[in-house]
């Protein structure tokens, strides 16, 4: 059957059926969208935009993301975990630096099998990772040298906020926070969700780092941690930041200050924490108490 007939018969302009894109090949653009997916495995298309926009790349966002499918670049998405359920209520805290601290462990291992654990210390409000030390053993006194040294650097948190581990229950922790003047919150036993902050951090860090990275001994482990946090801090895009950094978003606030009153919540019995939003200067931070 000729074109014409074909076409006739489908109601189809000819001109429709030659037509050849003459869109641009974007080698050079696809190059870096694949060598930047390569370098940050973990980071779907809107942070590879975030990334590209900063090197100058005007392309929309839309482009950006015909491309990231185009070259199969599309990250595998990990089995979730349950969410909690219930009613939940906030306790408000002000949008600021230091308002709250939270801390938790994440645990991996050496490639010689030897376990290891990190205690992560995050703000709340800017999600800056204050600290994040590794070692074979932290006990109670270890956490509260570490914490004395930071509140040194950064000076003194409003409320900190952790589970219910020895290691925050201990003798040398109610001591310390006693003596310092600091609110230390515990969580509900098994509602991690309502010390959601740090959970969060601690699932980016496991995505991003832990399951990419074999490390050979604890002085590389800490190593390639601290390389990883001052990037975390200062050039990854935080999605409820509005995809600003969190060093960015804490210059921010300590340039204007945070003058607007907490929001007033409601609910029942607190059973875990509403899920982390971004915080600007008209929002404060909800937490399950």
Excluded at 143 to 156: D, P, Q, S, W, Y
Excluded at 232 to 258: D, E
Excluded at 274 to 288: D, K, N, R, S
């Amino acid at each position: 059957m000729s074109e014409r007939r074909a076409c006739a018969v489908l109601a189809v302009d000819r001109k429709t059926v030659r037509y050849r894109s003459r869109r641009p090949a974007d080698t050079e653009l696809r190059t870096r969208l694949r060598d930047l997916a390569a370098e940050r495995r973990r980071f779907g298309y809107r942070r590879l935009f975030i990334l590209l926009r900063r090197e100058g790349e005007r392309s929309s966002l839309n482009r950006i993301h015909r491309l990231y499918k185009e070259e199969g670049l599309t990250v595998r998405r990990r089995k979730g975990r349950r969410k909690a359920i219930g009613t939940r209520a906030p306790i408000l805290v002000v949008a600021k630096p230091n308002a709250r601290w939270s801390l938790d462990f994440v645990h991996d291992q050496m490639a010689n099998g030897r376990r290891f654990r990190i205690l992560n210390i995050v703000d709340d409000v800017t999600r800056e990772c204050l600290a994040a030390i590794p070692d074979t053993s932290i006990s109670g006194v270890r956490v509260a040298r570490e914490m004395t040294l930071l509140i040194a650097k950064r000076g003194k948190p409003g409320m900190i906020v952790s589970d219910n581990g020895t290691e925050f229950t201990s003798n040398a922790i109610l001591a310390w926070s006693q003596d310092h003047g600091i609110d230390w919150h515990y969580i509900a036993p098994g509602k991690p969700t309502q010390n959601a902050y740090v959970e969060s951090f601690n699932g980016r860090m496991r995505d991003e780092l832990l399951n990419e990275s074999l490390f050979i001994s604890l002085a590389h482990a800490r190593a390639v941690i601290a390389n990883w946090i001052h990037d975390y801090n200062t050039a990854r895009p935080h999605s409820s930041l509005g995809y600003q950094t969190p060093a960015a978003h804490a210059a921010n606030l300590q340039a204007t200050g945070s003058a607007s009153p907490p929001l007033r919540g409601s609910g029942a019995d607190p059973v875990a924490q509403i899920a982390p939003t971004g915080v600007t200067l008209g929002e404060t931070l909800p937490m399950a108490g």
